[in-house]
């Protein structure tokens, strides 16, 4: 079993920036691909980034390419999500999982093949 708890979320401004921490606890927290996920209400879940075990190599959606940075600590068993020029549509719940299956170049991410997940974490943003 592996625990993820997600903080830093918040309400700002548009154009404006947050950092979300995720801290695990558990299995070896190097062992797992981490991702960021998020969900509007009345809407799916979205992958929001992906990141590989070493910390190497990164996946984002086209909708947070160049405003987003995913990266890890495995020393402090913690993954990141630095947000940037936050838009309002970026309003959501971010949660973070963990997937046990192998990162490679070109791997398309899905919510149900994460196997463990925050609480989650609110981001609003305002116009």
């Known amino acids: 079993q592996v625990q993820l708890g997600e903080s830093g979320g918040g309400l700002v401004q548009a154009g404006g920036s947050l950092r979300l921490s995720c801290a695990a606890s558990g299995r070896t927290f190097s062992n797992y691909v981490m991702g960021w996920f998020r969900q509007a209400p009345g809407k799916e879940r979205e992958f929001v980034a992906a990141i590989n075990r070493s910390g190497g190599a990164t996946s984002y959606a086209d909708s947070v390419k160049g405003r987003f940075t995913i990266s890890r600590d495995n020393a402090k068993n913690t993954v990141y999500l630095e947000m940037n020029s936050l838009k309002p549509e970026d309003t959501a719940v971010y949660y973070c999982?963990?997937?046990?299956?192998?990162?490679?170049?070109?791997?398309?991410?899905?919510?149900?093949?994460?196997?463990?997940w925050g609480q989650g974490t609110q981001v609003t943003v305002s116009s």
């Open positions: 999982a963990g997937d046990s299956r192998p990162y490679y170049s070109g791997r398309r991410f899905y919510a149900s093949e994460f196997d463990y």
